[in-house]
């Protein structure tokens, strides 16, 4: 089974600042989708961004990037430019590419932003 | 419309009552799943309809009960609920499971006396 790891439960940073979210996972897949998703107080997930494991390239969107390493299993979030709309809990998430209806979520990152 | 939308925001039962949470999209999307979040905790997975169709009940106890009665609707109904169901239930739709296009709804906030 696959497992998702977030060892970071809260992390801050300073507006404009950047800051790096830390996710690892665990599989024996070797074609899988990695997501990024945002869940403000408003309590809707967003998807912030997705990486496909077959692509070498890091996702990008905008302010927000990831650093993919696949053979370390990892994927951080990195936000540039942080603004107080950035405020959310961050989750990792994964997905099979082979019956890939289950999403597994990990526990999850709070991020505050510090006017 | 790149809208899912949950009614109720929020539903205060008790144990024995019956109610229904409801679920909506009009994206064209063919997979539909059910989610479970206590507070301060990732989501949980209860249920995936593929195509109308139950395709994944992660071993969900029979007091819920899913039903979709057409591609752009979703429906959880709720009977005997214990306190300890008391949660965020959200709902999420995506085109033949590709999560890169998937889109969820706010939830509902439930709470079970």
């Known amino acids: 089974a696959q497992t998702v790891t977030q060892s970071q439960p809260e992390m801050s940073v300073q507006e404009a600042e950047t800051v790096t979210l830390s996710c690892t996972y665990d599989?024996?897949?070797?074609?899988?989708?990695l997501f990024w998703y945002k869940q403000p107080p408003s309590r809707q997930m967003i998807l912030v961004i997705r990486?496909?494991?077959?692509?070498?390239q890091n996702a990008t969107e905008n302010r927000f990037s990831v650093n993919f390493q696949k053979a370390a299993k990892s994927f951080s979030l990195k936000i540039s430019d942080s603004q107080l709309g950035d405020a959310a809990m961050y989750f990792c998430?994964?997905?099979?590419?082979?019956?890939?209806?289950?999403?597994?979520f990990g526990t999850g990152t709070r991020l505050t932003i510090i006017p | 419309d790149t809208e899912v939308t949950q009614t109720p925001k929020h539903l205060v039962m008790g144990m024995t009552n019956k109610k229904s949470l409801k679920c909506e999209q009009h994206?064209?999307?063919?997979?539909m799943y059910w989610y479970k979040q206590k507070a301060k905790k990732p989501p949980e997975l209860m249920f995936v309809?593929?195509?109308?169709?139950?395709?994944i009940n992660e071993s969900v106890p029979s007091r819920f009960s899913p039903e979709c009665p057409n591609s752009s609707l979703l429906n959880l109904h709720l009977h005997a609920l214990q306190p300890e169901d008391s949660a965020l239930y959200l709902c999420?739709?995506?085109?033949?499971?590709?999560?890169?296009?998937?889109?969820f709804g706010q939830g509902t906030r439930l709470t079970v006396v």
């Open positions: 994206m064209g999307h063919r997979a």
């Open positions: 999420a739709s995506s085109q033949d499971g590709d999560w890169g296009e998937a889109f």
């Open positions: 998430a994964y997905s099979s590419n082979f019956g890939n209806e289950k999403l597994t």
């Open positions: 599989t024996s897949e070797s074609d899988y989708y």
């Open positions: 309809y593929s195509y109308e169709k139950l395709s």
């Open positions: 990486q496909e494991a077959y692509k070498q």
